[in-house]
């Protein structure tokens, strides 16, 4: 799946070696570039990822070839090809930036060994710029570890339109196999749903890109609407309205919002029912990002323990979980009636609790037993729902009582135990930055980075610097 020319001034020469390399890789791109200015011309043209090139011929010799394309194109692969007598002119080859030499007249198995060293090399490199755009653009749930490369020439050629897809994970293999030469990439979303990037035949900005920079933007949007068609479970979910219809109806939610935390204080069921739906109502109108804000909001507020002061102050590590929360769940739907249960079950606890004086007594039993469940945990995306269905209370009850007896929330404490874990990883293991944060459980580094950096005094690197590592290589920070 690779482009590959040759240049020799011997027609029999080249013939031999297209017809070798177009038996060994049919799916590859052989062209026959000729020799001198010609070839120049066609190698331009074609922007190939391999050329396999002679040394003496008239016109343009090998060398100034090369040299023009080490200058102009540094990412194509030259392989020179010589005779016995040409050996220095193969060694100068290979100071002006030739990857190889081969003795005429070449075979079959070292043409082979050539372009798989090749095609590994360029899989490498792609891999290496795709990951650092990743860090320069992060996408949640999105790593480098699902993404599956087929035809990675199409990344370098930035003439070439590119289109993103998504579709289920047979009927996206089925792609790949009937026409891996137009695939360049598969990247698995999650169970359910594999992305593919296909070669495209006219230009869409929307859905495709050209350029290798642009390429995490265009996913990131077809992601979004991708989730969005799914969550709302509707075909055209980015029909919400214009930018100022959009930012009424956030504004209309936020006050809703606060009818909501105002029953939930009062303890007032019958009002707070009516104002979740009339909330529900206008979030449904919203889109997938403004939706999730707005919720993570309440939750965080709901996670304080809905306490009398007049002013709840709510801190980003709570917003984050919650934030977080949300996108586990699949649908609109699904996330309504959770909402719903946490919230008017949670009240009820709450109201139990405050009724039947029971704040006070003895609780340390099932609180020592969800104590010891967090500690002995080693998973780092342990969740307060869990928790509480661990030891049989509502998750609004144990966030009261863990701020209650630990003075911080269920959240915070978590939190704390993931930093105290990636400072020990940091400490004793070799894995980088952006390895340790998503095994504590962020997919944004640079969040991680800033909670790291609020728990220790110190960014991760400097952390390592200050315990005296030096040798550990920090992508991603």
Not at 114 to 142: D, Y
Not at 286 to 298: G, S, T
Not at 325 to 345: F, P, S
Not at 400 to 409: D, I, S
Request: with cysteine.
């Amino acid at each position: 799946m690779m482009k590959i020319c040759v240049v020799d001034d011997e027609r029999e020469v080249r013939v031999s070696i297209i017809q070798k390399l177009t038996a060994l890789f049919p799916h590859d791109q052989v062209f026959d570039t000729e020799f001198g200015y010609e070839a120049l011309q066609r190698i331009e043209l074609i922007q190939p990822d391999l050329v396999f090139l002679d040394i003496r011929m008239p016109e343009l010799d090998g060398l100034q070839i090369l040299q023009h394309l080490h200058e102009k194109y540094p990412s194509i692969y030259v392989v020179i090809i010589s005779g016995y007598d040409d050996f220095e002119y193969a060694r100068k080859a290979l100071t002006l930036g030739a990857t190889d030499f081969l003795l005429k007249p070449a075979d079959r198995g070292e043409l082979m060994d050539i372009v798989l060293k090749i095609r590994e090399k360029l899989k490498q490199t792609f891999m290496k710029e795709l990951g650092q755009l990743l860090n320069i653009t992060p996408i949640p749930n999105i790593s480098l570890e699902q993404i599956h490369p087929f035809n990675v020439s199409l990344w370098f050629d930035e003439r070439e339109w590119k289109r993103i897809e998504f579709g289920d994970r047979a009927s996206v293999m089925e792609r790949c196999e009937a026409a891996p030469q137009d695939i360049l990439l598969t990247v698995t979303v999650d169970a359910e749903t594999e992305g593919i990037v296909v070669r495209a035949d006219s230009e869409q900005p929307e859905t495709g890109f050209r350029e290798k920079h642009d390429f995490l933007n265009v996913l990131k949007s077809q992601l979004r609407k991708k989730r969005e068609s799914r969550f709302f479970q509707t075909a055209d979910p980015v029909a919400r309205g214009n930018r100022l219809q959009r930012k009424e109806r956030v504004k209309q939610a936020a006050r809703i919002r606060q009818q909501i935390i105002h029953y939930a204080r009062t303890g007032d069921i019958g009002e707070l029912e009516k104002s979740l739906d009339a909330w529900f109502e206008c979030l449904a109108k919203l889109n997938y990002d403004d939706l999730r804000k707005e919720v993570a909001q309440l939750m965080a507020v709901l996670d304080e323990g809905l306490g009398k002061n007049e002013i709840i102050l709510v801190d980003e590590d709570t917003l984050y979980y919650w934030h977080d929360w949300i996108g586990h769940h699949q649908t609109w739907n699904d996330l309504k009636r959770r909402i719903r249960h946490m919230v008017i079950n949670g009240v009820k606890a709450l109201k139990n609790l405050e009724q039947t004086g029971r704040e006070t007594l003895d609780t340390s039993s099932w609180f020592k037993q969800a104590l010891h469940l967090i500690e002995n945990s080693a998973d780092m995306n342990l969740s307060l729902e869990a928790v509480s269905e661990a030891v049989n209370v509502h998750p609004v009850t144990l966030s009261r009582m863990f701020k209650q007896q630990m003075g911080v929330t269920f959240v915070r404490y978590l939190t704390r135990k993931r930093m105290q874990h990636a400072s020990h990883l940091l400490l004793h293991t070799n894995k980088k930055v952006n390895e340790i944060a998503e095994e504590v459980g962020y997919a944004d580094y640079a969040y991680f980075r800033s909670l790291f950096k609020k728990e220790f005094g110190y960014s991760p690197s400097d952390f390592r610097k200050k315990n005296g590592i030096l040798n550990v290589p920090d992508e991603g920070e």
